[in-house]
């Protein structure tokens, strides 16, 4: 079935018949039918561009919402990135601190070698210098005790001895002379 137009109504003819409606009356009610339909016809006309426009929008909010979901995503990936990035930048300088700390630690430890090695050369040749000093002090003592004991003998003979002409007594030619304290 079609649809009637306020155009259809208006431009509608009907037949007379005798005993039929009141054509006046028929008249007027087909002008009220027209003028509503016409209103109708206006008032969906003013919806559907609404309709339209709305859908447009729609659209619109449809297409900032896909922008801003991928905007969101690309700003969410790139966040995952940069924490990525740091979290290998932060082991990256964790291991060569932890490298540098190892190279530091292993050359103190070098030079505690070197100065456990040089303070062991100092202590033998402390020792050394000991035990020579003592050898030669004692090597200095017998000769002092020696001497000593060499003079006491001579006084001792000097003091036994008369006195003998002075003809007969040879010059001490010894010129080495200890003195003792």
């Keep these: 079935m079609e649809k009637v137009t306020p155009v259809d109504i208006q431009h509608k003819a009907f037949k007379k018949a005798l005993q ?7 008249d007027r009610f087909l002008d009220e039918v027209i003028e509503t339909l016409e209103d109708d016809a206006q008032h969906r006309a003013a919806l559907d561009a609404e309709i339209a426009d709305l859908k447009e929008r729609i659209s ?14 690309l700003a969410q990936r790139t966040a995952d990135e ?6 290998k930048e932060a082991d990256l300088i964790r291991e060569q601190a932890r490298l540098t700390a190892e190279r530091e630690i292993a050359s103190y430890n070098d030079a505690i070698g070197d100065v456990r090695r040089e303070h062991q050369r100092a202590i033998e040749a402390s020792e050394k210098a000991k035990s020579e000093l ?41 010129t080495t002379r200890i003195e003792v304290h």
């Design 134 to 174: 003592r050898s030669l002090l004692t090597t200095h003592l017998s000769l002092l005790e020696g001497t000593h004991n060499q003079l006491q003998q001579q006084q001792l003979a000097q003091q036994a001895a008369p006195a003998a002409p002075a003809a007969h007594e040879q010059p001490n030619t010894d």
């Design 20 to 26: 039929g409606y009141d054509r006046a009356e028929v």
């Design 60 to 73: 619109h909010f449809k297409s900032m919402e896909e922008s801003l979901h991928n905007t969101l995503v």
């Design 82 to 87: 940069v924490k990525a990035s740091a979290h």
